[in-house]
Structure formats: C-alpha cells, structure tokens
C-alpha cells in the first residue's frame, strides 16, 4: 500500500484518539490539591489553597466562590490558638498563606465582623506600616505577619467552610449546591455525608445535623429536618433514600416531657415506626430505614453513617 494513503487511512484514527484523550484526560488545578479538612473542635472544614502570589483581594475574592457540600468558604478566621494549630499543620511546609485578616482604622478586623481578641503575632510584628495591611500565616511557627498585598513569598491561602449564618427570612437567596426535590409544595433534600467526623466524634449529634438544616434555605424558606402527616409522604421520601441506609428524620424524644416531638412543632399524629423499633436508655432520635419504617437511635451513641444522612424539608 502507499505510505501516503496508509497516512491519510490512519490519519483520523489518530485525530479520533486525540480527541478522546483531550475530553477524557483530567485537568489537574491548583485548588484540587488537598481536600478540606474537618476540625471537630468547631465542626468547620478547613483547606489551604496554592496560588503562589495571589493578593489579598483576589484569595478573599476565591474563597468566597468556593464551598464544601452545604458549607461556604471564605478566608480563615483564627480565633482560638487550637484553630490556629489546626490551620498551621495543614499547611504545606514552608508555605505562607493569607487568612481572613486585614488592617482597619488603626488596628486589624476579621472579614466577617468576629471580635479580634486572639492574635498570633510574630516577634516585631505587626508592623502596620505604609501598606502593610494584609496578614499572612507561617506555616514553620504558626505565626502571623502583616505585609503588602501581592506579596510574591505569599503560597496560597486558607479557607474555612462555614454553615452560612443562618436566615430566617431567607431573602438572600438559596444555599450554595442544593437541589431539592418539590412534592405537594414543599421540597426535600437528601443529604448523606454532608457533614463528615470520626467515629464516637460527640461534635456530631442530632443538634448539629438540626443546625445544618435550618441554616439552609430554598426559595425563602427555611429547611428544617423532614416531618410526616401522611404516610404518602413518607413513602416519596423513601423514595429518596433508598439506596442509602437510615437518615435522621425531625422527630426527638424530648426526655423532660417524655414525648415525641416534631421540630416543628406540628402535632404528633402520623407515625411509622417498625414493629421491631423501641426505645432504649438513652434513645434520642429517630433514623427513617431506607425501606421507610423507622427506629429509635442514640444521637452521640451511632455510628457515623447513620449520623451522617439526614433529609431537609422546606415547607411553605
Ligand atoms: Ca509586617
Ligand atoms: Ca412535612
């Protein structure tokens, strides 16, 4: 055969693989690099960010854009010297790295408005001079500097994920990355491994996993943890976990009153309990199974999957 027919034979062949290794292949970027970190100590998610040279501006900027399942970044806000520990081993050694902290009239202020009365100054810093406005953490000593914004020796920087402050009126808008699903007017959102710990982690409890849900919100209405008046609805919400394994529902056992109690406070009519569930000392929650009878669970006692996987609802 002639080579040049051969060649334009195999040619398209060659462009076709091309191609398929072009869409297929993975684009690596700096912000892939390490995933976020959870500190039970105050139940955020911490991450550094490398982007060697980046100004102040543009890493609060960044962190702003970025979130973690229902969690919203921003630069770190160090108030404690446990979080500033938590922060400073995660980094990467030898890096250097913006956090959440700027000068203001005279003194240095917090991006989110929390009272500066923890610091962790290095020796003869800050020096708040010309421009030294902007303050970056060492990761060799955990110390902290102020310096010029779009300082080259700056790595990257770190973002905590926070649950978004809580609005009761919802009127800014929806949670970042929730997709809830609408059934008669009201909608219900799955969420599994939304918030992640280590096993008998106390940080994690039904109190915790009831904060989540209300600190979201979908089309200005405030989620709280799903509650039945029918067995219709708790079959659709079956239909949402199955495949998962038990999801905490927003029914409590109040041990003061000896009852059982909706969040929402609407009355206890509908119940689906499976005739195998009951209540053991120290039973304080109540999980759905995925085929959608329920159990009774101790909320600091389970293991973390069940603690893990929770529904939304938010009602009208
Ligand atoms: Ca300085
Ligand atoms: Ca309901």
Same mark, same amino acid.
């Given at each position: ?5 051969l060649?334009?034979?195999?040619? #398209? ?12 292949? #993975?684009t ?11 500190? #039970? ?7 550094? /960010? ?9 890493? =609060? ?30 980094l ?10 700027? %000068? ?11 009272? &500066? ?30 310096? /010029?914004?779009?300082?080259h ?16 009126? $919802? ?6 990355n ?16 939304? /918030? ?20 979201? $919100? ?21 239909g ?17 009153? =000896?009852?059982?109690?909706w ?6 009519e509908?119940?689906? &309990? %499976?005739s ?10 109540? /999980? ?17 999957d ?11």
């Amino acid at each position: 055969m002639n080579k040049r027919l051969l060649l334009l034979l195999l040619l #398209p062949i060659f462009l076709s693989l091309l191609i398929l290794f072009l869409t297929v292949s #993975p684009t690596f970027t700096d912000n892939d690099s390490i995933d976020p970190l959870y500190n #039970p100590e105050n139940r955020n998610y911490y991450q550094f /960010v490398q982007d060697t040279g980046i100004s102040w501006n543009n890493a =609060e900027i960044s962190a702003k854009e970025l979130s973690h399942g229902v969690f919203t970044g921003q630069l770190a806000v160090i108030t404690t010297q446990d979080e500033n520990d938590f922060i400073t081993d995660l980094l990467p050694d030898e890096s250097s790295a913006w956090i959440g902290l700027k %000068a203001s009239d005279g003194g240095f202020k917090w991006i989110n408005e929390e009272t &500066f009365d923890y610091s962790n100054w290095s020796s003869y810093q800050p020096t708040n001079g010309d421009y030294e406005d902007y303050v970056e953490l060492f990761e060799y000593n955990g110390k902290w500097n102020d310096i /010029v914004n779009g300082n080259h020796d700056i790595t990257g920087y770190v973002v905590e994920y926070i649950l978004t402050n809580p609005d009761p009126t $919802c009127n800014s808008g929806n949670s970042p990355n929730i997709n809830p699903v609408e059934h008669n007017g009201h909608y219900y959102l799955y969420i599994h491994n939304g /918030v992640e710990g280590q096993d008998n982690d106390p940080a994690i409890t039904w109190d915790y996993v009831n904060e989540i849900a209300e600190s979201l $919100c979908y089309e200005g209405r405030q989620g709280h943890l799903v509650t039945f008046t029918d067995e219709e609805e708790n079959d659709f919400v079956t239909g949402l976990i199955s495949g998962g394994d038990f999801a905490i529902i927003g029914l409590h056992f109040a041990h003061s009153e =000896e009852e059982l109690k909706w969040v929402t406070g609407e009355p206890f009519e509908y119940s689906n &309990f %499976a005739s195998s569930a009951q209540i053991d000392e120290g039973d304080d929650i109540i /999980v759905m199974i995925h085929h959608g009878p329920w159990t009774y669970l101790n909320g600091y006692g389970v293991s973390l999957d069940y603690r893990t996987a929770f529904v939304v609802e938010f009602s009208p």
